[in-house]
């Protein structure tokens, strides 16, 4: 800990032993010589969450009866409190429902406003569940792939391309990620409403996934679609979570915003259909403890990233055939590997993996416009960032001797 932080985000804590999915797929992988790769794949962090949540949590241990459970005034004055006070954003609670999580949620809108055979919009390289989500549903992917822009190392949207696909008459909904995971984007309020604009005009859905809105880079600011106005309210989803937030994804918690009465009814029925969604007793006990009283710790955090993103980009600065696609939110990091000259995505995943002992979500994972691209996660102490930038800088160095 520093001087001035209140909190302890420079522990490396071991997780080897733990449930962690992201650790124990490497061993699972590799086998048990794999002890030494550092995976900074999975989007949930390596710091312990909030004392005040943890305190909460175990208070609510201690003391409670987990029988069914209803979402208290509290859980909801909560709620509203932290979207007016960091985004802005008034929200009436007849507009929410309960999620244990964004992609459930995602799933279940998708259930209520598309029918098998429809066709979806999402924007490639994405978060590759959308993918999943859409073909499970039975649904058509249109890919509106963003525009890299070589020059500049920045991503925009093909609008052009976006209302032709919107105009299908088979094309009922779009699943747009804001801030988008991977490549970093927080879409302005100009790029948003010609979204929403689009979608009006074409009777597309908006299902906005707005699960990394917590997360600007300085310079940024996150415009959350429902602050654009009533206009969209028709045709808008949108999903929020204190999970990415504040490391809680293992507590499986979410709330979405529907606006629309008939659309939220529409939701809630089809959550009904798959036999409900809701917050499981602790999923609401930390989101409460959350945005009630853990925002500092999120500040702290957001000096962490910082820090951690000016590493990242010192280091791709440094090395030859690494680029970092400056991130404008997110806790995650973009790299194009373009230029290290694999031969294959395979080879280039068999070197991180192998050689360098590191394990990162590899591009092509969220598309092929993804190829050669790796995503990694700023989420950790800086140490354990620094220890992953000098392995790959050793293994290159040694490959370029070979
Ligand atoms: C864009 C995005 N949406 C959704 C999720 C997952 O949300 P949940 O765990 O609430 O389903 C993630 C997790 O990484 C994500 O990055």
Not at 99 to 114: E, H, K, Q
Not at 128 to 134: D, K, R, V
Not at 241 to 251: D, E
Request: proline letters at 4%; charged letters at 25%.
């Amino acid at each position: 800990m520093t001087q001035q932080s209140q909190y302890d985000f420079d522990t490396v804590l071991e997780r080897h032993d733990s449930t962690s999915i992201k650790w124990h797929m490497i061993e699972e992988a590799m086998g048990p010589d794999s002890k030494d790769v550092i995976p900074l794949s999975v989007a949930d962090m390596e710091f312990k969450p909030a004392p005040e949540i943890v305190d909460a949590l175990v208070n609510a241990a201690s003391h409670d009866v987990f029988g069914y459970d209803y979402a208290t005034d509290d859980y909801y004055d909560a709620f509203i409190g932290w979207m007016k006070r960091r985004h802005h954003c008034i929200v009436d609670r007849d507009w929410v429902s309960l999620s244990d999580g964004v992609m459930p949620a995602i799933n279940t809108a998708l259930r209520a406003v598309t029918h098998p055979g429809d066709k979806v919009i999402i924007q490639r390289p994405v978060y590759y569940p959308f993918t999943f989500a859409a073909e499970r549903n039975g649904l058509t992917i249109l890919d509106n792939e963003l525009v890299l822009d070589e020059a500049a190392g920045h991503y925009s949207i093909d609008f052009d391309d976006l209302e032709a696909k919107a105009a299908d008459p088979r094309c009922t909904a779009m699943i747009l990620c804001n801030p988008h995971n991977p490549v970093g984007r927080v879409w302005t309020a100009e790029e948003l409403t010609r979204i929403g604009d689009i979608c009006l005009k074409h009777g597309v859905y908006v299902l906005c996934d707005e699960i990394h809105a917590d997360f600007a880079h300085p310079g940024h600011e996150v415009t959350l679609f429902g602050n654009l106005g009533s206009k969209y309210a028709d045709i808008l989803f949108e999903f929020t979570a204190p999970t990415k937030t504040f490391n809680l994804a293992g507590l499986l918690c979410s709330n979405a915003i529907i606006r629309n009465a008939d659309l939220k009814r529409r939701f809630d029925v089809a959550a009904e259909n798959i036999g409900g969604l809701t917050v499981s007793h602790f999923g609401m006990v930390a989101c409460q403890a959350a945005y009630n009283h853990a925002e500092a710790w999120l500040d702290e955090l957001l000096t962490v990233l910082e820090r951690n993103v000016a590493l990242v980009r010192e280091f791709a600065a440094r090395v030859d055939g690494i680029r970092l696609i400056e991130p404008e939110g997110t806790y995650l990091a973009w790299l194009d590997c373009r230029g290290l000259g694999f031969a294959s995505v395979d080879a280039q995943r068999e070197f991180l993996r192998t050689k360098a002992r590191v394990w990162f979500d590899e591009g092509s994972l969220f598309g092929h416009s993804g190829d050669f691209f790796e995503r990694i996660n700023l989420a950790c102490p800086t140490a354990l960032l620094q220890r992953v930038l000098n392995n790959i800088e050793q293994a290159l160095a040694a490959r370029q001797h070979n």
